[in-house]
């Protein structure tokens, strides 16, 4: 596959955002995991999302007519597929795309990712996997010739470019710095509070809040990571003692089965009787897709941004590709 | 999403298919059902799609390369959605494309339509939805930002872009009013007939045959919208009555199931005993696919046209996306 | 569907292998089989493959951007898939893709594929299509107004443009003329080594080894078609005899379930114990996917060509294409 530079005029301005860095040190072979993400990576990557914005607001493209993007799902999951394509075809791009890779071929089911990936080397430019095993996206960059991107590994695994949207729709309302997070819902379920978690501990003086029913709070290896790098947190149960007290409101997926065995998770939801409580220029935040635990009389709400981040989503991802595109 | 509005240069010469109407009364924003369809609209379709089959018969393409268009079907159908998506890449834009969107998230079987239409709404410029329920597209263009489409809803639903193709047929080969038409088949069945019966009312003395068992005939709601329109139908239950009178031979799918409950069904097929006692200039059309009721000894006829009906869907949809995607 | 001519300026230089025929002799309508190649249409196919390989290398592409190509396959195989859409996308071109084929249309399970692709040709300009019967692509090639290649057809069927980047691959290395090929595996299954084999027949001095216990080895139509063709080759149940004497060491698929019941077939297997009696110049292929056959230990030999092989099936592919939409 030929790797030529793509130009990138469009963020020039942006230039200020880089630290000072030189640009070497912030190259992005593979997303695997949130970590990984420096500041200034953050930084750079939150900059350029910011141009795409523009981009798309006034209808342009990027001059990525010859890359192609290869899809690698497997498992169906059209939220996020249909986010990076769109991205991708909003750079002018090419997409390949399956959401059934265990049928990556006739003949042999549940093929080694490696050969897989391998294989598809050849073919794209960029690879996006979502696979079922904790460490498939690790094994996918080990061997892949052309950058790879984690879009969700595993049960208890990563998401981290959900992580970034997240990040990046909290950052276009203010600084990040000093933030106060609440994390709500089933915490030992979903990869989504894991993943930006890490990159919390990143900023100053933030401050977390895990809301759960005990039985299904944060599990410790994200408490400990906190820990280590100096992170404010604290272990909740009660909604009502947190919820007027940070900036964000992150609420999650409830399994509207457990609700049905355990009524006391209906004490987490946000309807429009906790609105009142919040404060006036906090943020509600949910990565979507929603079940008994965000009312839809929250939509009318001016805090909730819960459509906005999706739509950050697109630019967020459109800036990733870039970064990785161009190298 | 960007909405600015695409030169569509090549129209000019159908200027006066606009019947002096001013563009503002001819805006459409959603197409839901073929009722919406007022005869001014119908006629700029019509002529736009004329300059569809130019276009693409000298190999060109318009200037949608910014342009993104989803398919979100909630079952598939290869046919409904290549039809929909050669009409995108024939005007140079994009697809987002899924065929099992009650699997739009990995984790919440079975989201709300509306959720996934406002994300969907944040990374395309029109949408096209196919849903198992009968207000599932109406539900759509509700939450929507961008242009919706409904490509066939539920089982006694509509499927408008079928209607309006059918009727382009006719309208290519000849003049609309005074229109007589035999609708064959399990009438009480299928979605194309009512759509396309809807349309129908809105021309000068169109005469319309219901041809079908007894305890199949068309339901009685088009039947009283006939009535109020002051549309002449017949109810027959022997085709041989009508086949030779009218001058399109209308052929609806008939399960080869049912015919073997009720051998009845038979006498409804078309096939080479039939085509001697059609009128000369007839036309055969049928929306695809067919089982029994329509023999391949019929598609060497001349007035088959039920091939060209499907080619014809392409420059109708490119229209409708042009007329969607222009305001 | 317009076809207009497509220039091809590019591969001026390869004029040479055109073996002085007349364009006219050379013209390729449908791709159902390997036997219908031709040497000089291999030579055509090669050194335009080698064109392709350049472009691809140096970030090009060609002027496509009109043309769409239709996937129709009835099972998914996203390996095979893969490799056609980027293909195409490296051309400039557009897709159409579906691995449901069999739900072309939502009302009726099963519909005949001529009628499917008589509607597809009015949508795109060359349709690949597998198919689950073992004259599925013919059927289609005579009602397609279109070109149609085959993908792959039933289970003893072919898959022609597998042989065909199995032997662009040896091409690439060494001269086609006295060659000796070992097939390994269950010959008795699988099409590829089938197709191969009679593409081999077309070049001079061959010899072929079909390595495998008797009971699993190569159909006598095969033998017989060698026979007639007056090409060289034995039948062998000794993969010691045969490895260290010659040029290509084609391995394939063997089921895993099938080793537990007959563990001989471990006898087959290429492993790093088998490498040291290989010719120093040995070509190592591999249709791919594998399970047991072939052991992860021999990647790393510089003789294992199987990765190259999938990507030379981008530019065969891309080659193909041109050759089909040319006309």
Redesign the interface.
């Known amino acids: 596959?030929?790797h030529?530079v793509t130009a990138f005029d469009g963020l020039a301005e942006q230039k200020d955002l880089h630290f000072g860095l030189e640009p070497a040190a912030m190259k992005l072979r593979h997303v695997v995991e949130s970590q990984q993400f420096t500041l200034p990576l953050l930084m750079e990557l939150f900059g350029r999302s910011r141009g795409m914005e523009r981009i798309?607001?006034?209808?342009?493209?990027l001059d990525y007519?010859?890359r192609?993007m290869?899809m690698?799902f497997y498992?169906?999951?059209?939220?996020?597929?249909?986010?990076f394509?769109?991205a991708m075809?909003?750079l002018?791009g090419?997409v390949?795309s399956?959401?059934?890779?265990h049928?990556?071929?006739?003949?042999?089911e549940g093929?080694q990712v490696e050969?897989?990936i391998?294989?598809?080397s050849?073919?794209?430019d960029v690879i996006v996997i979502?696979h079922h095993e904790e460490d498939g996206a690790r094994r996918a960059a080990t061997v892949s010739a052309v950058p790879v991107i984690n879009a969700?590994d595993g049960k208890g695994g990563q998401h981290p470019t959900q992580a970034l949207l997240d990040l990046y729709t909290i950052y276009r309302m203010r600084p990040l710095d000093g933030l106060s997070v609440a994390f709500i819902g089933e915490l030992d379920q979903?990869r989504t509070v894991r993943s930006l978690a890490y990159l919390l501990a990143k900023f100053e003086r933030i401050r977390i809040f895990f809301v759960s029913p005990p039985e299904m709070q944060m599990k410790p290896d994200i408490l400990d990571y906190l820990d280590r790098h100096n992170v404010r947190y604290e272990v909740e149960s009660d909604l009502n003692r947190v919820v007027g007290e940070v900036d964000v409101v992150y609420q999650t997926?409830i399994h509207p089965a457990r609700v049905a065995n355990q009524p006391i998770l209906r004490n987490y939801a946000i309807d429009s009787s906790v609105l009142p409580r919040m404060k006036p220029d906090a943020m509600i935040l949910h990565p979507?897709?929603?079940?008994v635990e965000l009312d839809k009389t929250v939509d009318s709400d001016p805090r909730a941004l819960y459509?906005r981040q999706?739509?950050n989503g697109?630019y967020v991802r459109m800036a990733l590709l870039t970064m990785l595109l161009e190298q």
Do not use: C, K
């Not at 798309?56 to 493209?61: D, E, F, L, N, P």
């Not at 979507?288 to 079940?291: E, G, N, S, V």
């Open positions: 596959m030929n030529t798309v607001a006034r209808g342009g493209s007519q010859q192609i290869a690698l498992a169906p999951s059209t939220r996020t597929r249909f986010s394509e769109a075809h909003r002018g090419r390949l399956t959401e059934q890779a049928a990556f071929s006739s003949e042999v093929e050969d897989s391998r294989i598809i050849g073919y794209a979502r969700g979903g997926r979507l897709p929603r079940t459509f999706a739509t697109l």
